[in-house]
C-alpha cells in the first residue's frame, strides 16, 4: 500500500501563476487534510474534509481552494499564488475525524517567486 | 494561548540516556493525544497515541498522560541517533491541534 500519495513533490511558481496540488490515499479513509508547514508555526490546517462530500475551512484558508472529488482523492488549488504560500505542504488522512491519529503524504515543497 | 505548547527545544542527550519531551494543551475536554516523529525534510510520523490517563509503554517509547493538569509527555529510553528528530505532539479536542514540536539531538 503506498498510503496517501502526494504530488508534485516540488514546485516554483511566479507570483500570480496558479497550480493544483494532488492527494491521493489507498487506506479507504473517510477524512482527509490540507496543512502548511512553517518554520516556527508548525502545522497548520488549511481545509479539511471530514467525509466525501463535504469540506469545511480551517484554520488559514484564504488563497486556497479545495476538492474532494472522491473519497480517494482531495485536491489543494492556488488561484493566484503569494510569496506568503511559500511553505511545505502535507495532505493527511484518517479514517474518522481526528481519529487514531492522521497518515501524512510526504510533502509538496512551494516556493513562489 | 497556543492550543498545544511544546518547548521548541533543542534537547542534547547523550547516546543510551532517556529522553523527555513534555506538551502542554489548553482543551481540558481533549480526549486523544498524540506523539508525532519528523525527520528533517520529511512528513510527521505517528509512534504513539494514549487516551487515557497513565502511562503506555510501546518499545522504548512510553507516553505519558496526565489530564487533570493538561499534561502530556513522551519518554524515549536507551535513545539512539536514529532517534534525532522534531517530536511533534498533536491534541483532539473539538478540533485537532498540533505543537510546534521539539527538536531532539541524540549525541553519540
Known amino acids: 500500500n503506498a498510503g496517501v500519495t502526494q504530488t508534485p513533490k516540488f514546485q516554483v511558481l511566479k507570483t500570480g501563476q496558479s497550480m493544483t496540488l494532488q492527494c491521493a490515499q489507498d487506506?479507504?479513509?473517510?477524512?482527509m487534510y490540507w496543512y502548511r508547514q512553517d518554520p516556527g508555526m508548525g502545522l497548520r490546517l488549511i481545509y479539511y474534509?471530514?467525509?466525501?462530500?463535504?469540506?469545511d475551512k480551517g484554520e488559514v484558508p484564504n488563497g486556497y481552494n479545495v476538492s474532494r472529488l472522491n473519497k480517494r482523492e482531495f485536491s489543494l488549488r492556488l488561484e493566484s499564488a503569494a510569496p506568503s504560500q511559500t511553505s511545505v505542504y502535507f495532505c493527511?488522512?484518517?479514517?474518522?475525524?481526528?481519529?487514531?491519529?492522521?497518515?501524512f503524504g510526504s510533502g509538496t515543497r512551494l516556493t513562489v517567486v | 494561548q497556543k492550543e498545544v505548547e511544546q518547548n521548541s527545544g533543542p534537547l542534547s542527550v547523550p547516546e543510551g540516556a532517556i529522553a523527555s519531551l513534555n506538551c502542554t494543551y489548553s482543551?481540558?475536554?481533549?480526549?486523544?493525544f498524540f506523539w508525532y516523529r519528523q525527520y528533517s525534510g520529511k512528513s510527521p510520523e505517528l509512534i504513539m497515541f494514549?487516551?487515557?490517563?497513565g502511562d503506555k509503554e510501546d518499545g522504548r517509547f512510553t507516553a505519558q498522560l496526565n489530564k487533570a493538569s493538561q499534561y502530556v509527555s513522551l519518554l524515549i529510553r536507551d535513545s539512539q541517533p536514529s532517534d534525532s528528530a522534531t517530536y511533534l505532539c498533536?491534541?483532539?479536542?473539538?478540533?485537532?491541534?498540533f505543537g510546534t514540536g521539539t527538536s531532539l539531538t541524540v549525541i553519540p
Open positions: 493527511a488522512s484518517s479514517e474518522v475525524p481526528g481519529g487514531d491519529g492522521y497518515t
Open positions: 487506506m479507504n479513509h473517510n477524512s
Open positions: 474534509s471530514a467525509s466525501e462530500g463535504t469540506t
Open positions: 482543551d481540558r475536554g481533549s480526549q486523544s
Open positions: 494514549i487516551y487515557s490517563n
Open positions: 498533536a491534541v483532539l479536542g473539538n478540533q485537532f491541534y
